[in-house]
């Protein structure tokens, strides 16, 4: 059920929640601070709605403003196997012969806003993706045709209630497009999201220019202690490789091995 897109979604949020200063190869403690400069190789995201979209644009644009309920190891992000907490405090064995999942949440998430997270966001996400009300879209409703329920008894208690025991419930539940939105604003307008972010990710917004670049600053209230490392990114929107590389050399010094990379393939230079 990971596509392609997703562990490549897996590998930048690693990516961006352990980014340093520190040289390749350094055996030292990870540094603080810096900016992240990447390309995202599109004009510009279809929306910011992760449930309605399947687009890298999407998905490297907004993911790091966002926080999921489980997702691969960000140790070893390639693995279809392996899966850690993000909002949980730990993953739970299945019960009612496979059928129920009871996830813990978190006590101390917040949304960018300043208002808490609560089991009750989580299980109206994932509500908007599994069921969409009429006239919404969710990309991936047909991934969770195991899945009967999900209720929040509690504000820190997820119950998921599945039709039948299926080991690929885990696997569907790590998709890195299934962010958790605000259940207040999802009742007022189930669209909102498309145009709108807001979530409880490692980084918060800070300014999106329409084909050109989106920008995040470190959230200084994300749960993960003391991540993230980077002060912030920069992601640049760029259909044509060779075009946008040529301002982004003046900036080599910061930008991602990835980005350099696809700048000497895109410009057929070295020197970058």
């Not at 897109?5 to 897996?10: D, E, F, I, T, Y």
């Not at 993960?224 to 590389?245: N, R």
Request: hydrophobic residues 40%; aromatic residues 10%; proline residues 8%.
């Amino acid at each position: 059920m990971i596509r392609k897109s997703g562990l490549a979604a897996a590998g930048l949020a690693a990516v961006l929640c352990v980014a340093s200063t520190a040289a390749p190869g350094a055996a030292d403690a990870p540094k603080r601070g810096g900016i992240l400069t990447f390309m995202i190789p599109a004009d510009a995201p279809p929306s910011f709605d992760g449930h309605r979209e399947t687009t890298f644009a999407t998905v490297h644009s907004a993911a790091p403003f966002y926080s999921v309920l489980v997702r691969v190891d960000p140790k070893d992000p390639s693995s279809t196997t392996d899966f850690v907490c993000d909002l949980c405090t730990a993953m739970p064995q299945p019960r009612d012969d496979g059928k129920t999942y009871v996830f813990k949440i978190r006590d101390d998430v917040k949304f960018h806003d300043g208002s808490r997270l609560t089991a009750t966001d989580v299980a109206a996400s994932w509500n908007a993706i599994i069921h969409p009300p009429e006239g919404v879209s969710s990309a991936r409703e047909s991934f969770y045709v195991m899945v009967d329920t999900v209720q929040a008894p509690d504000p820190t208690t997820v119950v998921f209630h599945l039709k039948f025991a299926t080991g690929a419930f885990l696997p569907a539940l790590a998709d890195p497009f299934a962010w958790i939105y605000k259940k207040e604003i999802l009742v007022k307008d189930p669209r909102w999201y498309e145009k709108n972010v807001m979530g409880s990710g490692p980084f918060k917004p800070a300014g999106y220019e329409i084909g050109q670049s989106i920008k995040g600053v470190r959230n200084p209230d994300y749960y993960h202690a003391g991540q993230p490392y980077l002060d912030g990114f920069t992601a640049i929107y760029a259909p044509k490789h060779s075009a946008a590389c040529r301002p982004l050399r003046a900036i080599s010094s910061s930008m991602s091995w990835a980005t350099r990379s696809s700048c000497r393939a895109a410009t057929g230079t070295a020197a970058m």
